[in-house]
């Protein structure tokens, strides 16, 4: 486990981000195909999967560091700020990319007075393949986004060397929710946990596999937004209810910890799970509404014209 992909001098490029940006890619491929099927303006919606990515990257970013202020406040002043838009240092938060891109296509679908529905539906695969890459990014970082100590059979024991390329895990935590120095000695010269953990990043490779898979089906649909809430209720469900109910973040509401190599390594609830209830209710208000809709055919041909100059046809 080797969170470098490619190194030259000096200057790195992460496993994160290589596998991150395939998921990215590989949707925007499915998602372009799937508009030019559907008949919708696939050169705008490709100007949409360009800004997308963007104002994503600045969402996640953004609600990281505000989620996660205390890794930042005993920066000094202007270096913190070089800290917060230093993405290669690590650290973003999923829902903020989403709430970036969703932003950009409430400005597209606006501005060109076009279905939101129908080209959110088609960026489903590709959050789901990034989701995927994010988490196998994760892994090969080592020890990142490492789960809660648990005496359970799955319990999983990262070795030593992946421990060194993300320290942080043997240092005492005034947060009992997240201090795992108790299960720490030193191994060989180098201060490594010991106790397994749940596999928290394999956790959600699986969550993306799965979102990934039920995509297919729920595009099948002639219902425009019944992917895009399928996923938000579906995300939010398998992310709340299984990986982060086992992921060592801090909890928001300490309703319920049970960690040791005794126990099973579960904690209530944390700023993702209290996040979730209200998108899960959401969810299924959306989705009840939408399956009384009728079925939306494809668009008649129209021109709208591109943000990159000229017109653009669909049919």
Same mark, same amino acid.
């Given at each position: $486990?080797?969170?470098? +992909?490619?190194?030259?001098?000096?200057?790195?490029?992460?496993?994160?981000?290589?596998?991150?940006?395939?998921?990215?890619?590989?949707?925007?491929?499915?998602?372009?195909?799937?508009?030019?099927?559907?008949?919708?303006?696939?050169?705008? *919606?490709?100007? $949409?999967?360009l800004?997308?990515?963007i104002?994503?990257?600045?969402?996640?970013?953004?609600?990281?560091?505000?989620?996660?202020?205390?890794?930042?406040?005993?920066?000094p002043?202007?270096?913190?700020?070089?800290?917060?838009?230093?993405?290669?240092s690590?650290?973003i938060?999923?829902?903020?990319?989403?709430?970036?891109?969703?932003?950009?296509?409430?400005?597209?679908?606006?501005?060109?007075?076009?279905n939101?529905?129908?080209?959110?539906?088609?960026?489903?695969?590709?959050?789901?393949?990034?989701?995927?890459?994010?988490?196998?990014?994760?892994?090969?970082?080592?020890?990142?986004t490492?789960?809660?100590?648990?005496?359970?059979?799955?319990?999983?024991?990262?070795?030593?060397?992946?421990?060194? *390329?993300?320290g942080?895990?043997?240092?005492?935590?005034?947060?009992?929710? $997240?201090?795992?120095?108790?299960?720490c000695?030193?191994?060989?010269?180098?201060?490594v946990? !010991?106790?397994?953990?749940?596999?928290?990043?394999?956790?959600?490779?699986?969550?993306?596999?799965?979102?990934?898979?039920?995509?297919?089906?729920?595009?099948?649909?002639?219902?425009?937004?019944?992917?895009?809430?399928? +996923?938000?209720?579906?995300y939010?469900?398998?992310?709340?209810?299984?990986?982060?109910?086992?992921?060592?973040?801090?909890?928001?509401?300490?309703?319920?910890?049970?960690?040791?190599?005794?126990?099973?390594?579960?904690?209530?609830?944390?700023?993702?799970?209290?996040?979730?209830?209200p998108?899960?209710?959401?969810?299924i208000?959306m989705?009840?509404?939408?399956?009384?809709?009728?079925?939306?055919?494809?668009?008649v041909?129209?021109?709208?014209?591109?943000?990159?100059?000229g017109? !653009?046809?669909?049919?």
């Amino acid at each position: $486990m080797n969170p470098v +992909f490619l190194q030259i001098g000096t200057f790195t490029i992460a496993w994160y981000g290589v596998l991150i940006t395939l998921g990215i890619v590989i949707g925007a491929w499915l998602g372009t195909r799937m508009a030019r099927q559907r008949g919708l303006n696939v050169n705008l *919606f490709s100007d $949409m999967i360009l800004w997308m990515i963007i104002w994503g990257l600045v969402g996640a970013r953004l609600v990281f560091v505000l989620t996660s202020w205390g890794q930042f406040a005993d920066t000094p002043f202007p270096r913190v700020l070089l800290d917060i838009i230093n993405l290669r240092s690590g650290g973003i938060s999923i829902h903020g990319g989403l709430i970036g891109g969703i932003l950009v296509l409430l400005y597209y679908t606006r501005r060109y007075k076009l279905n939101f529905y129908q080209y959110a539906d088609l960026c489903v695969p590709g959050v789901a393949l990034a989701i995927i890459g994010g988490r196998i990014g994760n892994i090969m970082n080592g020890t990142d986004t490492v789960g809660r100590v648990t005496g359970w059979p799955i319990g999983f024991r990262w070795p030593d060397s992946a421990q060194a *390329f993300h320290g942080g895990m043997c240092v005492p935590n005034s947060n009992p929710d $997240m201090d795992l120095s108790q299960y720490c000695q030193e191994i060989g010269g180098q201060l490594v946990m !010991t106790a397994p953990v749940h596999f928290a990043q394999l956790y959600g490779v699986i969550i993306g596999v799965i979102l990934s898979v039920a995509s297919y089906f729920w595009l099948r649909s002639h219902k425009p937004g019944w992917a895009f809430w399928q +996923f938000w209720l579906w995300y939010s469900i398998l992310r709340a209810g299984w990986e982060e109910t086992f992921r060592l973040n801090p909890l928001t509401f300490n309703s319920y910890l049970s960690q040791g190599l005794d126990k099973s390594g579960i904690g209530l609830f944390t700023d993702t799970q209290v996040i979730s209830i209200p998108l899960i209710i959401a969810s299924i208000i959306m989705l009840i509404r939408i399956r009384k809709q009728p079925d939306t055919p494809l668009p008649v041909e129209t021109r709208v014209e591109s943000p990159t100059g000229g017109q !653009t046809q669909t049919r």
